[in-house]
């Protein structure tokens, strides 16, 4: 059995890939007004999007534990593999990769813990790049390699109606959350070595998804691309830039894939994201 990729549920990966490419996914914990879940487990887009939706109702989320990363460690090492890259959302945004490094710590060199510095398919594209190396036989310094160059090809943007959600949950400060509901400017955001930064400022939802399309394009430069997009209870706004995209990139637009955040992602971006996810190839 060659090098097993883990990865976690904020990937927000199509099932098909998942399976196809043998890949593991941990779940992020998400608390819905008291109940605790795990993320595409027990808690669905459409449920955080529902309680989003609704007034006095809170919603939260939380790493897995250490020993969660452990035990799954622990059986892909028994099940044949010759060891593991596990592949996780920003430390800037969340513990995760902190709880897989605490667990990692206990096997040794078998496990390499690599920090995407992203979320969504700009964790996704890494893992994939992991497993592709992994099926051609590499051995885990090579394969961890393969993820950290696939880091660096991709770029992630995303439009929310709203900064609110982010203010609430720490991942943007007061004053660029002032600047997105002044005159309702509609924010711009984009991920910067890990974190969120507010890119841009438009009048409109319309303007916001087509400066998104810009912002692709430009990240694509004259490579060819696979393109990832994510909504939350929004699908024509996904299909609409899908459609967008494979009009101004033609033949350098080599795959898309479409899916709906999850639970934790919503919870801190709120309805109406739409995001775009450039991985150069």
């Known amino acids: 059995m060659p090098v097993a990729v883990v990865t976690d549920s904020t990937a927000y990966l199509p099932a098909d890939l998942v399976e196809r490419n043998r890949l593991t996914v941990v779940p992020l914990a998400v608390v819905l007004d008291g109940v605790e879940g795990q993320e595409g487990v027990d808690v669905f887009p459409e449920d955080a999007a529902r309680a989003l939706g609704g007034r006095r109702v809170s919603v939260s989320t939380s790493r897995p534990a250490p020993e969660q990363f452990a035990r799954t460690y622990r059986q892909l090492l028994a099940g044949g593999a010759t060891g593991v890259l596990s592949v996780h959302l920003s430390a800037e945004l969340s513990g995760t990769v902190e709880a897989a490094r605490l667990a990692a710590a206990e096997l040794g060199e078998r496990v390499s813990v690599v920090d995407a510095r992203s979320t969504g398919m700009g964790l996704g594209f890494p893992a994939l790049a ?7 036989g590499a051995g885990l310094p090579e394969v961890r390699r393969a993820a950290i160059d696939a880091i660096e090809r991709t770029s992630t943007f995303f439009y929310v109606d709203t900064l609110e959600f982010l203010r609430r949950g720490g991942r943007v400060n ?11 400017v509609k924010p ?9 930064v507010l890119r841009d400022r438009v009048r409109t ?4 998804l087509a400066r998104l399309v810009d912002l692709a394009v430009e990240a694509a430069g004259q490579d060819e691309v696979d393109i990832a997009l994510h909504h939350l209870a929004v699908p024509q ?12 990139l033609g033949a350098r637009l080599r795959a898309t894939y479409v899916t709906e955040a999850g639970a934790v992602i919503a919870a801190h971006a709120g309805p109406g994201l739409a995001c775009v996810v450039v991985h150069r190839v």
């Open 205 to 208: 939802s319309g303007r916001g």
């Open 188 to 196: 711009i955001l984009h991920v910067v070595d890990g974190a969120i």
């Open 237 to 248: 706004r996904a299909a609409g830039l899908a459609e967008a995209l494979r009009s101004r």
């Open 130 to 136: 992991a497993t592709a190396s992994a099926a051609l």
């Open 174 to 184: 007061a004053a660029e959350a002032l600047l997105g509901t002044a005159l309702s």
